[in-house]
């Protein structure tokens, strides 16, 4: 699985998730942290519809990790503050970096995170389309 | 005249800093901010907007500080935020991508995917409601469990799936009303990092709108409609929902499954429609549309529609009105700058004033010395 889905996966799901995850590799491989979970900002690129150009919409916190395992270092980057998750993170993308044999069943499970994201925000879009308009026309 | 250094307030500038506690303490209530961030949900996105600094824990902690005064807390959130490393600049973001919670377009009734009115205030009555005085957590739960059962009857009828909202200004480029346009790469420039200069570029204007003061854009962009300014703007569409946020490795050549997912942001986008005759060839004219373009942090609906009616403005600079003017426009709408300004008012002049004052005095003795040399002659 690729780093753009399984970070969505991992950040939009339960975060026990990435604890379990990283707690798996940290028994059995030697973990540094190189750079320990600190604050930042992420300056946010926009694309306007109306030109098409781009402009900075303004920043956003983050919380960023970088973590070394088997010489493979991992980044762990999220809006907000979340340290544990940052460290997370960075343990599971070092962990994938260096195609541990750990990671090879992490998809299914990521797969089935998924799955559970995918049914909250379905959930969420029903909600919301109870407030769409149906139109009627009126006789006058 | 310039400034000169006094001394001998420390003492009372370190009871009026006490006082100001007291007057935010001695109620003896703790406001938790939790409570904020969950009840001033408005008061939030107005202060991430304008501060420029999308964090809804730092903005509650902000507004606490503040004692609710937007100004303030702005100002605070503005310091902090001089204070942390930029990181990462985040891959390009497509506001197509946007995960919809309310849509609407006041120019076109049949849109694409429907008129989705999501949250919002518009067709409430403006009545206090006095019931909000007795709310308990026990009549919240209630009511969040009995809309949570209403939901799920309707799960079971609808069976709904994702949305699939087109935008409304893709639809009209397609019909040929509007010119389709290529995208624009061009690397935007920072006022965060770049003071401005005149002419400026559409990149410093739309972003010194995104984080105006949210009276001052949408004042400006009432004054261009009453007639200070040469425009007829409608709501082309209207949204509010969630853009995801992702960021490259910043050593990795990788692909677009390669980028880091960081989470997402809420905004609110608005795509006005501004009609004008454009000029065809041998003479004809034709109606055509102009888009003015707004998008802004948080659910601020009344920011983004001004800010795409001023970015219109600013695009046909016209001297005639203050409004298309883009000095006048951009130096003015920073909170920070406009309310330090006012406020550093209040400082001592003292030096300044008693220098105007020494004129008057000087220019009044002087008169009444002619005056009776006259007399005497």
């Not at chain 2, 100001?20 to 409570?35: A, D, P």
């Not at chain 2, 420029?52 to 902000?62: D, P």
């Not at chain 2, 009995?146 to 079971?156: G, P, S």
């Amino acid at each position: 699985m690729k780093r753009k889905q399984r970070t969505e996966i991992l950040i939009e799901g339960s975060h026990e998730l990435a604890k379990s995850l990283a707690n798996e590799i940290e028994q059995k491989y030697s973990v540094s942290v190189l750079q320990e979970p600190e604050q930042g900002l992420v300056m946010l690129k926009v694309r306007e519809t109306s030109r098409k150009s781009l402009f900075y919409l303004g920043e956003v916190l983050v919380t960023e990790c970088k973590a070394k395992v088997e010489g493979k270092i991992g980044i762990g980057i999220v809006k907000g503050d979340h340290q544990d998750l940052a460290y997370h993170l960075a343990v599971i993308d070092a962990a994938f970096l260096g195609d541990l044999p750990e990671t090879k069943p992490w998809a299914g499970i990521l797969e089935i995170e998924k799955y559970y994201i995918d049914q909250k925000r379905k959930a969420k879009n029903e909600e919301i389309l109870r407030t769409k308009v149906s139109f009627e026309t009126m006789d006058v | 005249m310039g400034y000169v250094a006094v001394k001998g307030g420390t003492q009372a500038i370190e009871e009026s800093i006490k006082r100001l506690k007291y007057e935010r303490l001695h109620k003896e209530q703790v406001l938790e901010t939790g409570q904020i961030e969950a009840g001033m949900r408005g008061l939030i996105d107005q202060v991430m907007s304008e501060s420029s600094l999308y964090n809804e824990k730092l903005a509650a902690l902000a507004i606490k500080q503040a004692e609710g005064n937007p100004e303030e807390a702005v100002f605070l959130l503005r310091a902090y935020r001089s204070t942390l490393p930029r990181k990462y600049c985040s891959n390009i973001i497509e506001t197509g991508e946007m995960k919809v919670e309310r849509r609407i377009s006041a120019s076109f009734k049949d849109i694409p995917g429907g008129q989705i009115l999501g949250a919002t205030t518009d067709y409430t009555h403006r009545l206090l409601d006095f019931n909000l005085m007795k709310e308990t957590e026990e009549s919240v739960s209630e009511w969040l469990s009995n809309y949570a059962l209403e939901n799920r009857t309707i799960e079971m009828l609808q069976h709904a799936s994702e949305f699939v909202l087109p935008k409304v200004l893709d639809y009209l480029r397609k019909e040929g009303l509007i010119p389709p346009l290529e995208n624009n790469d061009a690397e935007p420039d920072d006022v965060t990092r770049e003071s401005l200069e005149f002419p400026s570029s559409r990149s410093q204007r739309l972003q010194i709108l995104t984080r105006g003061e949210t009276g001052a854009v949408t004042s400006l962009a009432y004054a261009v409609i009453r007639g200070y300014g040469a425009l007829h703007p409608t709501v082309g569409e209207l949204r509010v929902g969630n853009l995801p946020i992702y960021v490259g490795h910043p050593n990795e050549e990788g692909n677009d499954e390669d980028e880091y997912y960081i989470g997402d942001i809420k905004t609110t986008e608005a795509e006005m429609l501004m009609p004008f005759m454009a000029e065809k060839e041998k003479g004809k004219k034709e109606l055509e549309f102009e888009i003015g373009y707004g998008l802004c942090f948080g659910q601020n609906e009344t920011k983004a529609i001004a800010m795409g009616i001023l970015d219109n403005c600013l695009e046909h600079p016209d001297n005639s009105f203050p409004s298309h003017n883009e000095e006048f426009v951009l130096l003015h709408i920073d909170s920070v700058e406009s309310t330090g300004f006012i406020s550093h008012l209040k400082m001592p002049h003292y030096v300044t004033f008693q220098s105007k004052l020494d004129s008057v005095r000087k220019t009044k003795a002087k008169a009444e010395e002619q005056e009776e040399v006259q007399a005497y002659e």
